[in-house]
């Protein structure tokens, strides 16, 4: 049984930092791209980030890009996000998710799509009070 579960989510300022964490197990971690992806209250589920399953390659949204850093530690099972300079936009739940096909080589463009991710956890509150 595959679980992701998220922590490091709370309650900060316009301008400070947060580093998620999402645990994985029931999966060979090492094998399957992994992302974020987020959700505000009325709005669709958003990319954020990924990284490859061979960590050669990582994307970021445009509204990240700069200020948020996804890292992944293999050996721990663990991916992480970096969040910087959060702004109050950033207000969301932060889902993390791992790629339904392990050793995928994919286009640059699905790792942006939440139909190529098949596990999820089940999301951390991130609010951002300006």
């Known amino acids: 049984q595959v679980q992701l579960v998220e922590s490091g989510g709370g309650l900060v300022q316009a301008g400070d930092s947060l580093r998620l964490s999402c645990a994985a197990s029931?999966?060979?971690?090492?094998?399957?791209?992994v992302g974020w992806f987020r959700q505000a209250p009325g709005k669709e589920r958003e990319f954020v980030a990924a990284?490859?399953?061979?960590?050669?390659?990582?994307y970021y949204a445009d509204s990240v890009k700069g200020r948020f850093t996804m890292s992944r530690d293999n050996a721990k099972k663990t991916m992480y996000l970096q969040m910087n300079s959060l702004k109050p936009e950033d207000t969301a739940v932060y889902y993390c998710a791992a790629d339904r096909r392990p050793w995928s080589a994919r286009a640059s463009a699905t790792y942006y799509d939440t139909e190529t991710y098949g596990y999820w956890g089940q999301g951390t509150q991130v609010t951002v009070s300006s």
């Open positions: 029931g999966l060979t971690f090492s094998g399957h791209a």
């Open positions: 990284i490859t399953w061979d960590g050669n390659s990582r």
